[in-house]
């Protein structure tokens, strides 16, 4: 066989092999154990990156080695193919958005081919088809149907001069990207799923996810955000409007309150603006500003007093109103009651606007807060509270909000700081939402026998604003409950709504008669789930969130879409992110072509864990490169040099060089199927086999018997390499006189008598020094290995003339005589 290792050849003829072979389609078989192995599907922008490469090796090399392994692997691909870019380039370049996207898709298509992954083409989808955005159609259908989607006013980014709404990426330094106009917000009714009917099932989920990384999950508690507290209202002072209500998770800081402060947006503000012309041209700046919950803290704290007042529920004292920035009004009530000595934000704002202040909780029952630079934000003891005096923090907790609620003042409440999730964008490429305003009957969901709505596609834009707007042929349309003409929404999906439910999909993409069938059920849920640190919160959220919807709706069974989850790391050159603007990028093609698919693989396999960032080396990639080199030509001088021989041990006795190699050989098998089933460690499963590939190389064959136990060492490493570099495998594995194909082969199986020793290797230290090796027999007793070690000359040179005081022995490890 040939001697040289020729990449391409062997890329090209292993892909042709799989094509024809249709290898990686997979069948529902009830009879075998399933596996679903899903990498997060990309965006078509047009060119694979080394990041998307990282994502898909890692599915590939799990999904390969669980197939081998007896799995029935589902391992599927598609699209996530709506979205800004392909508008962005259609203006750029006068194409239509779906051109742009479908030849985009034809490119990287072929990208994912050439590295080998091992994808059911078959069920490839592209969300920006209608066969597939039509079933989340009908969903929405349902989930309005069922109370789960509602129409609210929310506020958008609008470019005064474009006459568009603008994404928030669009935005840059508050002015527009395309107009550099300054950006307005305004009003306009918008979509919203009902996410936070789930807030408690979407949290109380996470504690039984322990395929899960903590990280992730914590991320996701902490954005859910739940928080338990109390909600009660003040009377206001000579005004007989509403009175004004408040959510504090601190009650017992209630005897502290010295002013209550309200968002710009309360509506309570309105009276308070009518006298007050100077308040007016506040509240305005701050709600031209949109403050994201994250600023909060750091937020430089403004406000003004409205000059309206309230009574203190207990004491009836007098308390200034306030409006300050640092309120939000989509939180909670919209209004605080303020605790400048127990609230950081409160004590900052007090402070700037010399607002009085009144401690309530001391660490103990001597000793005063500290409150000369910052608020006392720690447990403690009430003071100063009248009848709630000297209760612990924790009681008052309890015993304040009890008396609130038998004075129906008010009552306990759990919050959740989760929104409801917009999903209306005015964009042009998405999915369009499927509902019909109507003059008399309002809001018509579009009749099912309509859907899908279709997208018009073949249209290039010509200014910034949706093309759908623009299109009377696809808004205008008659009333499906009256007949009179009525109007089609043009706003279209945010794009989160495709990757929430394309998994399970994948289980039936070619089914047009309903969303999914018996067929999602036998796959669902995905069994290992790998993608981006980035999508942490929202991408898995709201799959999440569609997942438990779907469950209700009776159609996949489990509670959870993803088993178990792995985020990748980041892809770095000289320690920072690879990116277009700093030049630092590194294009997988240009080494796919000079290295071969398979280099690259292992490299990245090789470089680093998965979950840690991996940093780009030329001289890494070499090195992959020359190991596969050495590989090809020990496995073809060896088979040319031997033949082919069959690997059969029963009736041979081996001598010890013959019994370690075979050790060797088995314990790599062990380590390298506990590195890829349960640790996914690659890196060190492939440095296992560079050992092992090394003793191999070394080992001189003298008689029959050293062929066969080469060749079961070279047959074991072929396919332990398989599911990292698939293409070298197929080719070598062949060569090694078998029929079927690397990937339909078994795993190879540990032989527990090769495992065994009947030797051991004894360190022996004098005075901690290590001085020799002894190799023992295993059932040796330890006052025989003593004096075997004491008999060995180099430690004899050692004591000699010296007192022995002590012998340390540690199993059957280490011997340490301490002399002096
Ligand atoms: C009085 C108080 C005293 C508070 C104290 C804290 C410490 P979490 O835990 O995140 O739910 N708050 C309530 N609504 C708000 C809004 N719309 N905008 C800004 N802040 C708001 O936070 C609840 C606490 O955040 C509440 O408890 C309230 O301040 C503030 F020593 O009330 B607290
Ligand atoms: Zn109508």
Same mark, same amino acid.
């Given at each position: 066989?040939?001697?040289?290792?020729?990449?391409?050849?062997?890329?090209?003829?292993?892909?042709?092999?799989?094509?024809?072979?249709?290898?990686?389609?997979?069948?529902?078989?009830?009879?075998?154990?399933?596996?679903?192995?899903?990498? $997060?599907?990309?965006?078509?922008?047009?060119?694979?990156?080394?990041?998307?490469?990282?994502?898909?090796?890692?599915?590939?090399?799990?999904?390969?080695?669980?197939?081998?392994?007896?799995?029935?692997?589902?391992?599927?691909?598609?699209?996530?193919?709506?979205?800004?870019?392909?508008?962005?380039?259609?203006?750029?370049?006068?194409?239509?958005?779906?051109?742009?996207?479908?030849?985009?898709?034809?490119?990287?298509?072929?990208?994912?081919?050439?590295?080998?992954?091992?994808?059911?083409?078959?069920?490839?989808?592209?969300?920006?088809?209608?066969?597939?955005?039509?079933?989340?159609?009908?969903?929405?259908?349902?989930?309005?149907?069922?109370?789960?989607?509602?129409?609210?006013?929310?506020?958008?980014?609008?470019?005064?001069?474009?006459?568009?709404?603008?994404?928030?990426?669009?935005?840059?330094?508050?002015?527009?990207?395309?107009?550099?106009?300054?950006?307005?917000?305004?009003?306009?009714?918008?979509?919203?799923?009902?996410?936070?009917?789930?807030?408690?099932?979407?949290?109380?989920?996470?504690?039984? $996810?322990?395929?899960?990384?903590?990280?992730?999950?914590?991320?996701?508690?902490?954005?859910?955000?739940?928080?338990?507290?109390?909600?009660?209202?003040?009377?206001?002072?000579?005004?007989?409007?509403?009175?004004?209500?408040?959510?504090?998770?601190?009650?017992?800081?209630?005897?502290?309150?010295?002013?209550?402060?309200?968002?710009?947006?309360?509506?309570?503000?309105?009276?308070?603006?009518?006298?007050?012309?100077?308040?007016? =041209?506040?509240?305005?700046?701050?709600?031209?500003?949109?403050?994201?919950?994250?600023?909060?803290?750091?937020?430089?704290?403004?406000?003004?007093? =409205?000059?309206?007042?309230?009574?203190?529920?207990?004491?009836?004292?007098?308390?200034?109103?306030?409006?300050?920035?640092?309120?939000?009004?989509?939180?909670?009530?919209?209004?605080?009651?303020?605790?400048?000595?127990?609230?950081?934000?409160?004590?900052?704002?007090?402070?700037?606007?010399?607002?009085?202040?009144?401690?309530?909780?001391?660490?103990?029952?001597?000793?005063?807060?500290?409150?000369?630079?910052?608020?006392?934000?720690?447990?403690?003891?009430?003071?100063?509270?009248?009848?709630?005096?000297?209760?612990?923090?924790?009681?008052?907790? =309890?015993?304040?909000?009890?008396?609130?609620?038998?004075?129906?003042?008010?009552?306990?409440?759990?919050?959740?700081?989760?929104?409801?999730?917009?999903?209306?964008?005015?964009?042009?490429?998405?999915?369009?939402?499927?509902?019909?305003?109507?003059?008399?009957?309002?809001?018509?969901?579009?009749?099912?026998?309509?859907?899908?709505?279709?997208?018009?596609?073949?249209?290039?834009?010509?200014?910034?604003?949706?093309?759908?707007?623009?299109?009377?042929?696809?808004?205008?349309?008659?009333?499906?409950?009256?007949?009179?003409?009525?109007?089609?929404?043009?706003?279209?999906?945010?794009?989160?709504?495709?990757?929430?439910?394309?998994?399970?999909?994948?289980?039936?993409?070619?089914?047009?008669?309903?969303?999914?069938?018996?067929?999602?059920?036998?796959?669902?849920?995905?069994?290992?789930?790998?993608?981006?640190?980035?999508?942490?919160?929202?991408?898995?959220?709201?799959?999440?969130?569609?997942?438990?919807?779907?469950?209700?709706?009776?159609?996949?069974?489990?509670?959870?879409?993803?088993?178990?989850?792995?985020?990748?790391?980041?892809?770095?050159?000289?320690?920072?992110?690879?990116?277009?603007?700093?030049?630092?990028?590194?294009?997988?093609?240009?080494?796919?072509?000079?290295?071969?698919?398979?280099?690259?693989?292992?490299?990245?396999?090789?470089?680093?864990?998965?979950?840690?960032?991996?940093?780009?080396?030329?001289?890494?990639?070499?090195?992959?490169?020359?190991?596969?080199?050495?590989?090809?030509?020990?496995?073809?001088?060896?088979?040319?040099?031997?033949?082919?021989?069959?690997?059969?041990?029963?009736?041979?006795?081996?001598?010890?060089?013959?019994?370690?190699?075979?050790?060797? =050989?088995?314990?790599?098998?062990?380590?390298?199927?506990?590195?890829?089933?349960?640790?996914?460690?690659?890196?060190?499963?492939?440095?296992?086999?560079?050992?092992?590939?090394?003793?191999?190389?070394?080992?001189?064959?003298?008689?029959?018997?050293?062929?066969?136990?080469?060749?079961?060492?070279?047959?074991?490493?072929?396919?332990?390499?398989?599911?990292?570099?698939?293409?070298?495998?197929?080719?070598?594995?062949?060569?090694?006189?078998?029929?079927?194909?690397?990937?339909?082969?078994?795993?190879?199986?540990?032989?527990?008598?090769?495992?065994?020793?009947?030797?051991?290797?004894?360190?022996?230290?004098?005075?901690?020094?290590?001085?020799?090796?002894?190799?023992?027999?295993?059932?040796?007793?330890?006052?025989?290995?003593?004096?075997?070690?004491?008999?060995?000359?180099?430690?004899?040179?050692?004591?000699?003339?010296?007192?022995?005081?002590?012998?340390?022995?540690?199993?059957?490890?280490?011997?340490?005589?301490?002399?002096?």
């Amino acid at each position: 066989m040939e001697e040289q290792y020729h990449p391409q050849q062997i890329e090209s003829q292993t892909q042709t092999y799989w094509e024809k072979s249709h290898s990686f389609a997979v069948k529902e078989d009830p009879k075998k154990p399933k596996f679903y192995c899903l990498s $997060m599907f990309p965006y078509p922008s047009g060119y694979l990156h080394v990041g998307h490469v990282r994502n898909y090796t890692i599915g590939d090399v799990i999904a390969r080695f669980q197939r081998m392994q007896g799995m029935n692997v589902l391992h599927p691909i598609g699209w996530d193919a709506f979205g800004l870019p392909a508008e962005n380039a259609a203006l750029k370049h006068q194409v239509p958005p779906s051109e742009w996207t479908y030849s985009n898709i034809a490119h990287m298509r072929n990208q994912l081919k050439s590295l080998g992954f091992c994808f059911d083409w078959d069920r490839e989808i592209a969300t920006c088809d209608a066969s597939y955005y039509r079933w989340e159609q009908w969903l929405f259908i349902k989930m309005y149907e069922k109370g789960l989607v509602y129409k609210k006013d929310s506020v958008v980014n609008w470019d005064p001069v474009d006459q568009t709404v603008l994404a928030n990426e669009q935005v840059i330094d508050g002015k527009g990207w395309r107009s550099g106009a300054k950006v307005e917000r305004r009003s306009i009714p918008q979509w919203f799923l009902k996410i936070t009917d789930y807030a408690e099932e979407l949290l109380q989920s996470l504690d039984h $996810m322990p395929g899960w990384p903590e990280q992730v999950r914590t991320m996701q508690r902490n954005w859910i955000g739940r928080s338990e507290g109390v909600s009660f209202s003040f009377k206001l002072d000579h005004l007989n409007g509403d009175p004004l209500t408040v959510y504090t998770t601190r009650i017992d800081t209630l005897m502290g309150v010295t002013y209550l402060a309200i968002a710009p947006q309360h509506p309570l503000v309105n009276v308070a603006v009518e006298q007050n012309p100077e308040l007016k =041209t506040f509240v305005e700046a701050c709600r031209n500003i949109k403050v994201a919950e994250a600023e909060l803290a750091t937020l430089e704290k403004e406000g003004r007093a =409205t000059g309206l007042y309230a009574i203190h529920p207990i004491t009836q004292e007098k308390l200034p109103i306030w409006v300050a920035n640092y309120v939000l009004m989509e939180y909670g009530s919209g209004a605080v009651m303020a605790v400048p000595a127990h609230d950081q934000r409160d004590y900052e704002f007090a402070k700037k606007y010399q607002l009085p202040s009144k401690a309530v909780i001391r660490p103990d029952k001597e000793t005063q807060p500290d409150l000369s630079e910052n608020a006392y934000l720690g447990d403690g003891y009430l003071f100063n509270s009248g009848e709630f005096d000297n209760l612990s923090t924790r009681d008052a907790l =309890t015993k304040i909000a009890e008396y609130l609620e038998n004075k129906s003042i008010g009552q306990r409440q759990v919050n959740y700081r989760l929104r409801d999730w917009g999903v209306s964008r005015q964009r042009y490429w998405g999915a369009p939402i499927p509902m019909i305003q109507c003059p008399s009957c309002g809001t018509v969901p579009v009749p099912e026998k309509d859907l899908p709505v279709v997208l018009p596609t073949g249209v290039t834009p010509s200014g910034a604003s949706s093309i759908l707007m623009q299109m009377p042929e696809f808004y205008e349309v008659n009333c499906p409950s009256c007949g009179q003409k009525a109007r089609r929404e043009t706003d279209t999906f945010d794009t989160f709504m495709e990757s929430s439910w394309y998994y399970l999909r994948y289980a039936c993409p070619d089914q047009n008669q309903k969303m999914f069938d018996e067929r999602t059920q036998y796959w669902a849920p995905v069994d290992q789930y790998i993608g981006g640190i980035e999508h942490a919160i929202l991408h898995l959220l709201y799959a999440r969130f569609f997942h438990k919807v779907i469950r209700d709706f009776g159609l996949v069974k489990s509670d959870e879409p993803f088993t178990n989850l792995l985020t990748q790391g980041m892809v770095l050159k000289d320690g920072s992110k690879m990116s277009k603007s700093k030049g630092n990028t590194v294009d997988p093609q240009t080494l796919i072509e000079s290295y071969g698919a398979d280099t690259v693989r292992l490299f990245i396999m090789f470089a680093a864990p998965p979950e840690q960032s991996l940093e780009w080396s030329d001289t890494g990639v070499e090195g992959a490169f020359r190991f596969l080199k050495r590989f090809w030509r020990l496995c073809s001088a060896h088979i040319n040099e031997n033949g082919l021989l069959s690997l059969s041990f029963a009736d041979v006795t081996l001598n010890e060089k013959q019994k370690d190699l075979r050790r060797l =050989t088995h314990e790599t098998i062990s380590k390298v199927t506990d590195d890829l089933k349960r640790r996914y460690t690659f890196n060190t499963a492939i440095a296992a086999m560079m050992e092992l590939t090394n003793a191999v190389a070394a080992y001189n064959i003298e008689n029959e018997t050293d062929k066969v136990i080469k060749q079961e060492a070279f047959e074991a490493l072929v396919l332990m390499l398989a599911p990292m570099v698939p293409h070298i495998s197929h080719v070598l594995w062949k060569a090694f006189g078998h029929d079927e194909a690397v990937l339909d082969a078994v795993w190879p199986t540990i032989d527990e008598n090769a495992l065994k020793r009947d030797q051991i290797t004894l360190v022996v230290q004098v005075n901690g020094k290590m001085r020799a090796n002894l190799s023992l027999p295993i059932d040796v007793t330890k006052e025989a290995a003593e004096q075997a070690a004491l008999n060995h000359e180099a430690v004899i040179r050692h004591v000699e003339g010296k007192t022995i005081r002590k012998i340390i022995t540690v199993g059957q490890k280490l011997i340490n005589i301490v002399v002096g």
